[in-house]
């Protein structure tokens, strides 16, 4: 089993920044790929941004740019810098995690973003 740590979350103004910060635990063993998804009130999770293994990074278009995924393999954290945060941007956030033994989520910090 593997656990998921978030940190980070809260209240931002539009076009400030905030960091997302994921940690793994237990049977982090061949991991396949780290990232977001996030959900916005009244709309499905969609897919953020994803670390694979051996270090190439994909983001959505509509955080290009503006986010940047960064691993830190020592201490099996995932990092999500959001800078230019826009109010479309409110939503929770998640953590996922990938590797032999299944498909793990984190518990989601919500990212408000007012205008």
């Known amino acids: 089993q593997v656990q998921l740590m978030e940190s980070g979350g809260g209240l931002v103004q539009t076009g400030g920044s905030l960091r997302l910060s994921c940690a793994a635990s237990g049977s982090v063993y061949s991991i396949n790929a780290m990232g977001w998804y996030r959900q916005a009130p009244g709309k499905q999770r969609e897919w953020v941004a994803t670390l694979i293994r051996g270090g190439s990074t994909n983001y959505a278009d509509s955080v290009k740019g503006r986010f940047t995924i960064s691993r830190d393999n020592a201490k099996n954290t995932v990092y999500l810098p959001m800078n230019s945060l826009k109010p479309e941007d409110t939503a929770v956030y998640y953590c996922?995690?990938?590797?032999?033994?299944?498909?793990?989520w984190g518990q989601g910090p919500q990212v408000p973003v007012s205008s």
């Open positions: 996922h995690l990938s590797n032999w033994s299944g498909n793990y």
